[in-house]
């Protein structure tokens, strides 16, 4: 199947800093990738849809001022935590796909001290 | 709205013998595609298996196999002879409109423990 990358896998970081997230496309050329945010012993929720070259759309309840995306290149698209707090630890898994399948990345978790 | 439901929170099984994880899901489109995921313990989501709302035959994938009910609006994952690695965490996912970009939502999960 397709192989999606994330960068890093995990990150601590001081309540009030910004952290970015990499999402790449490592053997197929994403024109949409999709943001999840998962808390411990919870399901997946979409937080955004990133769009090659435009805005992202953001699902109901996200601050788009706060998780900011970039999507500049059909392989990589970013999520910016700006000003983090503790209320935004958690784990954060991008997905993509060519096709049906939607394969997701290895994650990223954050932890806010 | 649409929704997908798994009343499994935790489930037993077995090695080598077959179980069932249920998932049901309510949708008013008639085109919709349904996903199953594995997450271990890493993190990390796994795609098991695909069925689009318009494909009359059950999806399949290995030990892996998708009785697609469509009436009853279930999708439910069988998996044969477990293995102690099928141990993880399964989520149901249904595409969300519009399907072509193939954003998903998901059920709260059934963790199933595989027994030696």
């Known amino acids: 199947g397709a192989v999606v990358s994330q960068h890093p896998s995990w990150v601590i970081c001081k309540s009030g800093t910004s952290v970015k997230i990499e999402c790449r496309s490592l053997?197929?050329?994403?024109?949409?990738m999709f943001w999840y945010r998962q808390f411990p012993k919870q399901s997946l929720m979409l937080m955004a849809t990133?769009?090659?070259?435009?805005?992202?759309?953001?699902e109901q309840g996200v601050e788009k001022d706060k998780f900011l995306i970039n999507h500049a290149s059909l392989t990589l698209s970013t999520l910016t935590v700006t000003s983090a707090h503790p209320e935004d630890s958690s784990f954060y898994i991008c997905?993509?796909?060519?096709?049906?399948?939607?394969?997701f990345g290895p994650g990223t978790r954050l932890t806010v001290l | 709205a649409q929704k997908i439901t798994q009343t499994q929170p935790g489930m037993f099984v077995q090695e080598k013998e077959a179980v069932t994880l249920d998932c049901t899901y309510d949708?008013?489109?008639?085109?919709?595609?349904l996903f199953w995921y594995k997450q271990p313990s890493s993190g990390e989501m796994i795609f098991l298996i695909y069925?689009?709302?318009?494909?009359?035959q059950n999806a399949t994938e290995g030990r892996y196999s998708l009785n697609f009910q469509k009436a009853r609006k279930s999708a439910n994952l069988v998996i044969s002879a477990s293995q102690l690695g099928d141990s993880a965490m399964y989520f149901c996912?249904?595409?969300?409109?519009?399907?072509?970009?193939?954003?998903?939502?998901f059920g709260s999960g059934t963790r199933l423990l595989v027994r030696p």
């Open positions: 997905s993509g796909g060519p096709g049906n399948e939607q394969f």
């Open positions: 053997d197929f050329q994403a024109t949409t």
């Open positions: 990133s769009n090659e070259g435009s805005k992202a759309t953001y």
């Open positions: 949708t008013s489109d008639q085109s919709y595609g």
């Open positions: 069925q689009g709302s318009y494909d009359e």
């Open positions: 996912a249904m595409s969300r409109p519009p399907h072509s970009s193939y954003k998903l939502i």
